[in-house]
């Protein structure tokens, strides 16, 4: 009996053996993988910390099996950058690629000499400043800063950076102090009962944020919100907060409210960008954490949502600010930020061919907890002809967006004929010199009008 266990203890053993044998080879190449890349983990360990509290909090009303489809035998893409170069890397890449690319990419940025080696590199398209680079500081230090950034692009003899803020008012007053705090534009119009009473408010209200922006250097604000207020003061949407900054429920109120504000705002030259397409106003979820969905018909976003869009976006010194989220009846997987059918079937329809087009922060949750990833995304959202893409966190996300870019290029994955096309939007709202602003029409008014045909007689 003793004999016959010893035996069948033995062949066990040796049917344990070999696999044995592969899991610590497979443990091996586990460690180091992990050695090699531990300050790319190192990097990413919050922003998986976070995706893992993510899962554990969706687990329970989410169903077991997964929405993506897997088909076999064909390997996913792989997902971008497969190698993440380092910052020194990319400085030192090839410097025409290196202009191409960061013609297309915003950065924010903790301190001014961190993104002075960028430009310096031609290697971005302009900077997004926030509370961060002004809390404590006087305006005329941080303009100052500014205006040294753009002396380099001056003696580089290329057009000025952008210079990007987040200063809707209200709740969104990044820049607040130094400059002066408003009230979010849907709280300043609530009390007014007519239309002449609501443009001579807005329009004395951009005055006032323009100068101040323009004193600063501020060439392009992030503002205003034209989603609609839909559902309840009480909905739960994170930071995203959009019942109070949202200018109304009636679009076309907030298309009458967003045109004065953005007609004052051209006239010094400084660009409003509609946000956040296709309208946040029916999502419950944050896209700081997750992708958010919206699961009208297309029918009825035309009819309500997209109205304040429509009307105004592709206008000269407009912009528009796409978000990460879904439109389920127009394309179920991708978040209209780099949705190629989006952008392309949605937003630039034949009179709207000239939208001038930036992602919402690719750093956010719903970007970066995606199957594509950051790097990936920006791929897609370059392929797809948006024309500016915002990284409002570049120690972090820098490299990454770059990494992904420099590689689709050098294996000639880069729609070169969207790249013209977008070179070209983009050529209309930048300058090359520090000349004043000419006060009507505006000077990207001007460029738009030497475009077009004389009227008829």
Known sequence: MIRSLVAIMVALGCLTAPFAGLSDHADARTYRHYAKHKKHWAHHKPRRKAARSHRKATAKTSPKASNQTVTLGVPPPPKRPI?????????????????????????????????????EK???????????????????????????????????GLPRLFVTADQEGGYVSR???????Q???????????????????????????????????????????VDLRLGSSRRNDGETQLY??????????????????????????IICTLKHFPGLGRVARDTHVTTGEIS?????????????????????????????VRVSAIDKTTPASYSDTIINSVIRTPEHRNVLLITDDLGMGAV?????????????AVNAGVDLLLIT?????????????????????????????????????????DSEPISSPPLQAQKELRHKPPPAN
């Open 296 to 324: 009208a018909s297309q029918g009825q976003l035309e009819l309500s949502d997209w109205v304040p869009f429509r009307r105004l976006m592709g206008k000269p010194g407009i912009a528009t600010m796409v978000g990460h």
């Open 183 to 225: 009230p979010s534009l849907g709280t300043l119009v609530a009390k007014l009962k007519t239309d002449a009473d609501r443009e001579k408010a807005v329009r004395n209200y951009a005055e006032i944020q323009a100068h101040e922006l323009e004193r600063l250097g501020v060439t392009m604000n992030f503002g205003p919100v």
């Open 244 to 269: 109070w900054r949202a200018i109304d429920s009636d679009p076309y109120l907030v298309a009458k409210v967003a045109g004065w504000y953005c007609d004052t705002l051209t006239k010094s030259n």
């Open 83 to 119: 190698k993440l170069l380092s910052r020194a890397d990319i400085l030192a890449s090839n410097p025409d690629r290196l202009a191409r690319l960061g013609w297309r990419i915003i950065v924010g940025f903790e301190r001014f000499d961190e993104v002075k080696p960028l430009v």
């Open 368 to 380: 970066t907890h995606s199957k594509d990833g950051i790097g990936g995304a920006a791929l897609k």
């Open 393 to 433: 966190d570049a120690a972090r996300d820098y490299d990454t967006v770059m990494s992904a870019l420099i590689e689709a290029d050098e294996a000639g994955e880069i729609n070169q004929a969207r790249q013209i096309e977008s070179r070209e939007r983009l050529a209309k709202y930048v300058f090359i010199d």
């Open 122 to 156: 031609r290697a971005i398209a302009g900077i997004f400043i926030t509370d961060h680079n002004v809390h404590g500081r006087k305006l005329g230090d941080v303009a100052k800063d500014i205006q040294s950034l753009q002396d380099i692009r001056k003696a580089q």
């Open 175 to 181: 820049l607040s102090p130094p400059l002066k705090r």
